[in-house]
C-alpha cells in the first residue's frame, strides 16, 4: 500500500536526517518502521516491533515521534543506547529537523538519584570534624577518589557520574551521593534548589523528549507518575527485557545490608554503643533466619519466626526514628545527617509492613549468598501495574531486535489494543552467516561434559584465527574454560570482569588474534563490526534456571505448559541477542556456534531456531570450519 500523505511527511523528515549522515543510505526497514510508528501515534495504538539488527530502529521510532508533537519518554535499557539517543541521535536530529519544527527540539536524560552528586554530601565532607569521623577508616585509594570528587563537584554542569572519565570505587562514590530512600527531598535541604537531580527532574518537566532507563521507568509505574511526569508516548526500546525490569522494581527486598545501612547513619548522629549494637544484633538474626532458605521459595504469610525477626526489626526501627525525634540541634549539617537517617528508617519501616501484610499475587524468596542474602517479595505478573499506568494511560511503542511470542501475554496488552509487526534486518543473513550446532556433543542434562566442550572450543577457535566471543550461561563453565584452553590456545584471551566492559570491549576489537570469554551480560550491548568478530559461540542454550524460586512460582502458576509457555521464549530471545553479536555491518562474516545437541535433538529446537536470523544452518564441525575459512580469508 503507497504511503498517503501523512506517511510521507514521516518518510521525508527521515530522508532529512539521514542525508546528515556521511554514509547516507536508504532502509526499507527503517522507512517500514518509521510509517507503522507514525500510524500508531496517530491512531492511538500500541505497537510492538520486532526490527532486525541493522534496521536503524532509534531512527525509526524517533523520526515519528518528533513529527507526531507529542511529549515522549524513552526507556532504555543499556547505558550505552542513552548515550547514544542522547549524544548522537538527538543532536543529528535536532540538526535535521529544527527548520521545520514550530520551536527547537529539547531532550534530556533523566536517571535515578543516586546518579547524582548531592550538594549536601559534599558540604558535609569539607566540615572538617565531620570529614574526619566518616573518612578515617577509608582506605587511601577511597579518600583519594572521594577528595577527586568533591574537587568534580565544583566544575561540573550536572553532576552525573556518568559524565566522568574514570571509575572512582564504589564506596567512594556512596560518600558524596544519596538513594532515593535517604533523601529528605528538595523542600527540606539547604540544596535543593541547587541540587543536580532535581535540576535534571526539573529538565525532565519541559523537555520534548525524556530518556530513562527501564528501571526509573518502572520506579516510575510503582509510585504513579510521581518521578517522570506527564506524558503522551513512551517508547520501550530492548522491549524483551520490560517484565523482569518492572518485577525487580515492583518488589521489595529486606536484607542484613540495608539494617546496618540504618545504623551507620544513626551512628552519624547519636554515639550510643546500646543502640549501635541492637542494629548489629539484629542484621545478624536476619542473617541467620534467611540464609537457609537462599535460592528457595518462602510461603506467604510468613511463618511465625521470619514474622518474629521482621518484628523485632521493626521495633527496632522505631526506636530509633523515636531517638531522632528527640534530636534538636541548630547544627545543618547534623539536621540533615538526621533527616537521611530518618527516611531510612521512615521507608524501612513501609517495606517492613507490606512484607508482614498477606500480599495475594506475590513470591517471597531469599536471594542471594550467606554473605549479600535478601528477603524478596516481587509480583507473579506485572499486566495489571502495567495497564493501570502505562497501557490505559498512553500510547506505547515497544520495539527490539528479538520479541518473544508470549510478550504481549505476558505484559498484560489485550490482543485488541495493540498491533505486531516484524520489520526485516537488510544484512544477508543466508549468505554471510552460518549457524552451526555441535550435536554431537553430550546434552547437558547428562552431566560432565566439559572436556569435550573445551576440545569443541579450541578447534572453532583455531578455524578462525582467534576472533571469538565465546559467550557462557555460568561464571563456573567460563573460569573452567578459561583455565584449560589458556595455555592451549595461542591466542590471547580476555575474561569478563578483569576490566571494566567497555575496556573489555576496546581490547578485543584492538586485535583479531584475541578471543573474548564471557557471560550472559555479553549477550547484548556489545558492538564490535569487522574483522575482530569472525566467531560466536554459545556454550548452551540459555533456558532460566530451573530452581529459580520467581521462576518456579511463574511456572506453578502457569501450569502443565509452562515449559513451552516461560523457559523456551525465554530462552528463544536471549539466544537470539547473543547471535546478534556476530553480524553488525553489510560486510560481516562468520559463525554462530551452539554447542549444545538439544537445540537439533529435541522438538522444541525448531521453534528457537525460528527466533533466530535466517543463517544456513549445519550441524557438521567440517561446514562450520570450512565457513570459518572463508570468512577469515575474506577479510
Known amino acids: 500500500m503507497p504511503p498517503n500523505i501523512a506517511d510521507q511527511e514521516i518518510l521525508d523528515a527521515l530522508r532529512r536526517v539521514t542525508n546528515e549522515l556521511a554514509n547516507a543510505e536508504e532502509r526499507q526497514g527503517q522507512d517500514e518502521m518509521a510509517i507503522l510508528v507514525g ?11 520486532q526490527a532486525g539488527t541493522g534496521t536503524g530502529k532509534t531512527l525509526g521510532y524517533l523520526v515519528p515521534a518528533i513529527v507526531s508533537g507529542r511529549r515522549i519518554v524513552v526507556s532504555t535499557v543499556t547505558k550505552a543506547l542513552q548515550d ?44 572538617r570534624t565531620q570529614s574526619r569521623l566518616e573518612l578515617d577508616d577509608l582506605s587511601v585509594r577511597t579518600k583519594s577518589d572521594v577528595k577527586k570528587l568533591c574537587e568534580w563537584a565544583e566544575s561540573t554542569q550536572t553532576g552525573d557520574e556518568g559524565e566522568l572519565d574514570w571509575q572512582p570505587q564504589r564506596n567512594a562514590w556512596s560518600m558524596v551521593s544519596v538513594t532515593s530512600e535517604e533523601c529528605p527531598g528538595a523542600s527540606r535541604c539547604p540544596h535543593g534548589e541547587s541540587c543536580f537531580s532535581e535540576r535534571a527532574r526539573n529538565e525532565s518537566q519541559t523537555a520534548d523528549i525524556v530518556i530513562v532507563n527501564g528501571w526509573l521507568y518502572a ?49 552519624s548522629i547519636i554515639r550510643d554503643d546500646a543502640m549501635s549494637g541492637g542494629f548489629a ?27 518474629e525477626t521482621l518484628v523485632e526489626v521493626r521495633g527496632r526501627a522505631n526506636e530509633a526514628l523515636d531517638s531522632l525525634r528527640t534530636i534538636a540541634t541548630k547544627d545543618e549539617s547534623a539536621k540533615q545527617r538526621k533527616l537521611r537517617a530518618q527516611s531510612l528508617c521512615t521507608r524501612f519501616i513501609e517495606d517492613l509492613d507490606l512484607a ?22 516481587r509480583p507473579l505478573n506485572v499486566g495489571a501495574a502495567l495497564h493501570e499506568s502505562v497501557w490505559s494511560q498512553r500510547t506505547a511503542i515497544l520495539t527490539s531486535a528479538t520479541i518473544p511470542t508470549n510478550l504481549p501475554e505476558r505484559l498484560g496488552l489485550v490482543p485488541e489494543s495493540f498491533d505486531a509487526c516484524h520489520v ?54 567460563l573460569n573452567s574454560a578459561y583455565n584449560d584452553l589458556e595455555d592451549k590456545l595461542e ?51 540459555p533456558f532460566p534456571v530451573p530452581t529459580d524460586p520467581l521462576m518456579s512460582a511463574r511456572r506453578d502458576a502457569f501450569g502443565k505448559s509452562a515449559f513451552t509457555a516461560i523457559d523456551i521464549p525465554i530462552a528463544a530471545t536471549k539466544l537470539a541477542q ?17 554447542l549444545d545437541p538439544r537445540l537439533v535433538t529435541k522438538g522444541y529446537g525448531k521453534s528457537i531456531i525460528e527466533m533466530l536470523p535466517p543463517m544456513e544452518f549445519t550441524n557438521k564441525l567440517a561446514r562450520a570450519k570450512e565457513f570459518l575459512a572463508y570468512a577469515v580469508k575474506s577479510r
Open 39 to 49: 500510524r500508531a501515534l496517530r491512531k492511538n495504538r500500541h505497537l510492538i516491533v
Open 424 to 477: 526485516a534486518s537488510p544484512f544477508d543473513y543466508e549468505n554471510n552467516s552460518l549457524l552451526y550446532c555441535a550435536s554431537h556433543l553430550p546434552d547437558p542434562a547428562q552431566g560432565a561434559r566439559d572436556k569435550a566442550v573445551h576440545r569443541e572450543i579450541e578447534e572453532l577457535i583455531n578455524a578462525a584465527g582467534g576472533r571469538t566471543l565465546a559467550l557462557f550461561t555460568s561464571y563456573a563453565r
Open 356 to 377: 508482614l501484610t498477606d500480599r495475594s499475587g506475590y513470591v517471597a524468596y531469599v536471594a542471594g549468598t550467606p554473605d549479600r542474602c535478601s528477603l524478596e517479595m
Open 578 to 594: 547473543a547471535a546478534g553479536r556476530l553480524i553488525r555491518t553489510q560486510t560481516d562474516l562468520g559463525v554462530v556456534a551452539v
Open 491 to 541: 591466542f590471547k584471551i580476555l575474561k569478563q570482569d578483569d576490566l571494566p566492559k567497555m575496556e573489555l570491549l576496546r581490547k578485543f576489537a584492538e586485535s583479531e588474534a584475541t578471543c573474548l570469554f564471557a557471560t550472559q551480560s555479553f549477550f547484548q550491548g556489545v558492538d564490535v563490526p569487522g574483522q575482530t568478530l569472525s566467531l560466536v559461540i554459545i556454550d548452551r542454550l
Open 84 to 127: 547514544q539517543l542522547s549524544q548522537s541521535d538527538l543532536p543529528l536530529l535536532a540538526k535535521a529537523l529544527n527548520p521545520t519544527l514550530d520551536h527547537e527540539l529539547t531532550w534530556t536524560v533523566l536517571k535515578g538519584r543516586s546518579n547524582y552528586l548531592c550538594r549536601q554530601r559534599i558540604a558535609e565532607l569539607a566540615d
Open 281 to 307: 544484633k539484629s542484621a545478624a538474626r536476619l542473617r541467620d533466619a534467611i540464609v537457609p532458605f537462599i535460592n528457595k521459595r518462602v510461603s506467604l504469610p510468613l511463618d511465625n519466626e521470619s514474622r
Open 219 to 267: 520506579l516510575d509505574i510503582v509510585t504513579e507518575g510521581t518521578i517522570i511526569g506527564e506524558h503522551d508516548v513512551v517508547i520501550f526500546d530492548e522491549a524483551h527485557e520490560l517484565e523482569d525490569v518492572v518485577t525487580d522494581s515492583a518488589g521489595l527486598a529486606l536484607s542484613p545490608s540495608r539494617i546496618t545501612t540504618i545504623g551507620s547513619a544513626m551512628r
